[in-house]
């Protein structure tokens, strides 16, 4: 059975930073692309950040030079640091495996639960 769990989330001031991190299992790990994604109340979930099985990495807009995944094959986890938070990334943030199809991440198993992340002051 496959399970993706995410954690790490919390509530933090503007200009702060938080580690997500999402741990697989049920899956071979390795060969997986990974991706975070949020979604906002009222707004339609975003791809923030993906990362392919052999570690290259793209990121939304909104986030680059900000945001940073990672991924640790043999703790079978893909992480997502996220500094100079800013009250716009108040969302859930979900992780989902996938694949790329023309550079583009395309996510292909079921969604968890999200951990929840606020930014506020």
């Known amino acids: 059975q496959v399970q993706l769990v995410e954690s790490g989330g919390g509530l933090v001031q503007p200009g702060g930073s938080l580690r997500l991190s999402c741990a697989a299992s049920g899956i071979i790990f390795s060969i997986n692309a990974m991706g975070w994604y949020r979604q906002a109340p009222g707004k339609q979930r975003e791809l923030v950040a993906s990362?392919?099985?052999?570690?290259?990495?793209n990121y939304g807009d909104s986030v680059k030079g900000r945001f940073t995944i990672s991924r640790d094959n043999a703790k079978n986890t893909v992480y997502l640091q996220m500094n100079s938070l800013k009250p716009e990334d108040t969302a859930v943030y979900y992780c989902?495996?996938?694949?790329?199809?023309?550079?583009?991440?395309?996510?292909?198993?079921?969604w968890g639960q999200g951990t929840q992340v606020t930014v506020s002051s």
């Open positions: 989902n495996r996938g694949y790329f199809r023309n550079s583009v991440f395309v996510p292909t198993g079921s």
């Open positions: 990362i392919s099985s052999g570690g290259n990495t």
